[in-house]
């Protein structure tokens, strides 16, 4: 039951990718701006930080940095799957969205790391620096 509890925000996060892919499908005659602005520019980043943070405070593994890659994967196949198959082209800027939530989490698992090994001038150091 541990370890089912540890992937539990995991899960949540593709079961949220999964409910935001069904609105977009379903709502395709409103602007996809405004959805765009909202899932790219605000959700996505605070759930991959806040995801990659609480995971690296739980989990002493070193599997934790493929979390990175696994975020960054997912939301390329969201991108693909909603704005580009309604383009109807691949551009290599989702390459470049993957990269960058990679690197979000990248920092939550950093910032989650120097938490956990109680170094808190140095973590205070890290984040007002950031």
Not at 29 to 45: A, E, N, R, V, Y
Not at 53 to 76: C, D, E, P, R, V
Not at 121 to 129: A, G, K, R
Request: charged fraction near 10%; glycine fraction near 6%.
């Amino acid at each position: 039951m541990n370890k089912v509890r540890r992937f539990i925000p995991i899960i949540i996060f593709i079961l949220y990718l999964v409910v935001l892919e069904i609105y977009f499908w379903n709502n395709t005659d409103q602007c996809g701006l405004g959805f765009g602005m909202i899932t790219h520019g605000s959700i996505f980043p605070i759930l991959v930080f806040v995801i990659s943070l609480i995971y690296s405070l739980t989990t002493k593994s070193k599997k934790k940095y493929f979390l990175a890659l696994l975020f960054g994967i997912l939301i390329m196949i969201f991108e693909v799957t909603t704005y580009e198959l309604l383009n109807g082209s691949i551009n290599l800027s989702v390459i470049l969205l993957g990269l960058i939530y990679s690197v979000v989490s990248l920092i939550g698992i950093f910032l989650g790391n120097l938490r956990k090994n109680n170094k808190k001038s140095e973590f205070m150091f890290t984040l007002f620096s950031l």
